[in-house]
């Protein structure tokens, strides 16, 4: 008796490097690109039973682009990363240095005045366990790379220093299956594999 969870991360609204915190831009031209050249793959993904996405800008236009009409789910909302919200990584080290340094080492600590880590992390693992269970039931659901990353942490029931080691690439998806504190990190093979077999 399984819930499968399809993970999408949103299309990109700045080059990698430009990522802000709770970055509230929308899709830039080169995200819009990427949308079309792997719509092919992901369009399919619009038959889940339940369809959502993060609030942000990106996110929804990520899965309007790929027809999932998305709802929207502040639980998938990005970390609240207080007053650093908007910033690079580079621009809140710059101003506070010390600061980003204890954020990056205690996974409960707040000196941004937002979120923690780990308040984060259950946020959205909180989200996860209480999706409406139906044995073989599909959801899809488009995020922030950031959730997907608390997300794989959480289902891992890994450590959260674990979420600095998770590199998510818009566009990318990640499937999970199980139900409410008990998932697993599901791997499927390509269509290539797949049709050679």
Not at 52 to 60: A, D, E, I, N, Q
Not at 97 to 113: I, K, S
Request: some cysteine; overall charge neutral.
């Amino acid at each position: 008796m399984q819930l499968r969870v399809t993970f999408v991360a949103a299309a990109r609204s700045s080059p990698l490097l430009a990522e802000r915190f709770e970055d509230p831009r929308p899709l830039d031209q080169a995200g819009w690109d990427e949308v079309q050249r792997v719509a092919h793959d992901l369009i399919p993904l619009a038959a889940a039973e339940l369809r959502y996405c993060s609030p942000t800008l990106r996110s929804r236009a990520t899965g309007d682009a790929l027809g999932y009409a998305p709802l929207v789910q502040l639980a998938l909302r990005d970390c609240d990363m207080g007053r650093w919200r908007g910033l690079t990584l580079g621009e809140a080290m710059a101003r506070e240095p010390e600061a980003v340094d204890a954020w990056l080492a205690d996974p409960r600590g707040t000196p941004h005045g937002g979120e923690s880590l780990i308040s984060f992390i259950t946020r959205v693992g909180n989200w996860l366990d209480t999706r409406p269970f139906e044995d073989g039931g599909r959801i899809v659901a488009v995020a922030e790379p950031s959730v997907v990353r608390a997300a794989l942490v959480y289902v891992l029931k890994a450590p959260p220093s674990t979420y600095w080691n998770i590199d998510v690439r818009p566009l990318s998806t990640i499937n999970v299956t199980g139900h409410e504190g008990r998932w697993n990190l599901r791997f499927d093979a390509t269509r290539a594999q797949t049709s050679r077999a």
